[in-house]
């Protein structure tokens, strides 16, 4: 046994025992002989392949298989809010204050944040236009951006979007990458679409007195908002796809939580602190990581639930033949 094939079997722990057991020497066949002759790492395309699909069996085998097909919706549902939050901001960023209130700023710009802005705007008309696996390279960039925008502004002294604002657009982005391999032309637009109705919304309802103070007034106001229109539009889905049988749009309410919890971080915070007096660094901090602790719990707990209901015997309503009890 080689290292590759080594790794290819350590990979093949993502799928339950008794499937590696049946078919496992034939995946791990499979991609030997597809592999490059000197190659000793599987591909990372191979390797995400492997654990999508353990992760496919592993729900196959709890009798969760709709949890995936309501993932893909609820980052749909991301992508879109992500978008329509970069046409917001990316809108401000363009209106610094005016030189007269001594507040620091970019040059034309309002702070660095307008690069993170400009990729989330980038990867919607990618979206629109470019096949789902361009595309997740284009939310890749845009996510990288936004994580390496805190340390770039530190190291240059420029201002840049608060913490509590980029963290949920990295949280939003994260999900966004579970979008579907196909989706219709019109879905496809629907993060392109957002992100220009909130562009204009911008320009036309914000006014320029008003977008010195913006990041501010996104933190108190505007991103609780956002969170709680999320929730209601997951809310609506979910029912409204039950009514047909439907079960994803409940999943991608579920899955929907993290996020939701991430742009209600700064409501949340000021609810649980003082009644009085300014949101602390420290109170955001912690009701960020109760969120992020909440949130994948409500996931793996709903999880939990449906695979012990699926898997519990139902009653046939046939009598048994011996003693006449039904089952």
């Given at each position: ?8 079997l350590r990979l093949l722990r993502a799928y339950p025992t008794e499937y590696r057991r049946t078919r496992g020497a034939e995946i791990v066949g499979t991609y030997l002989d597809l592999a490059a002759p000197a190659q000793r790492w599987p591909a990372p395309a191979d390797a995400a ?279």
């Open positions: 046994m080689n290292d590759l094939e080594r790794r290819y392949d492997l654990l999508l699909g353990g992760l496919r069996q592993r729900l196959r085998a709890a009798g969760v298989t709709d949890l995936i097909p309501g993932v893909r919706l609820a980052a749909l549902l991301a992508l879109v809010t992500a978008s329509a939050l970069a046409g917001v901001w990316g809108t401000a960023e363009l209106h610094p204050p005016p030189v007269e209130w001594g507040v620091p700023h970019v040059g034309p710009f309002v702070s660095l944040g307008v690069v993170a802005w400009a990729a989330w705007l980038l990867a919607a008309a990618v979206i629109a236009v470019a096949p789902s696996r361009v595309a997740r390279w284009a939310i890749t960039f845009a996510l990288l951006l936004t994580v390496a925008l805190p340390p770039v502004a530190a190291a240059l002294g420029a201002p840049r979007p608060p913490l509590m604002v980029l963290l949920p657009q990295v949280v939003l982005g994260l999900l966004g990458l579970a979008l579907p391999d196909r989706s219709s032309r019109a879905i496809r637009l629907a993060p392109a679409l957002s992100a220009l109705l909130a562009a204009v919304a911008t320009e036309f309802l914000v006014g320029l007195d008003a977008v010195g103070t913006y990041y501010g007034a996104t933190l108190e106001i505007f991103l609780p908002t956002v969170g709680g229109l999320l929730l209601v539009v997951g809310a609506l889905l979910a029912t409204g796809l039950a009514l047909g049988g439907d079960t994803r749009g409940g999943w991608a309410l579920v899955t929907l939580l993290t996020p939701i919890g991430f742009l209600a971080v700064p409501g949340l915070a000021d609810s649980f602190g003082p009644a009085y007096g300014a949101i602390t660094f420290a109170e955001l901090a912690v009701t960020a990581v109760a969120v992020a602790l909440a949130g994948p719990a409500a996931l793996l707990l709903a999880v939990a639930l449906r695979s012990r209901r699926t898997s519990s015997p139902q009653p046939s309503g046939q009598p048994c033949p011996t003693c006449g009890a039904r089952a």
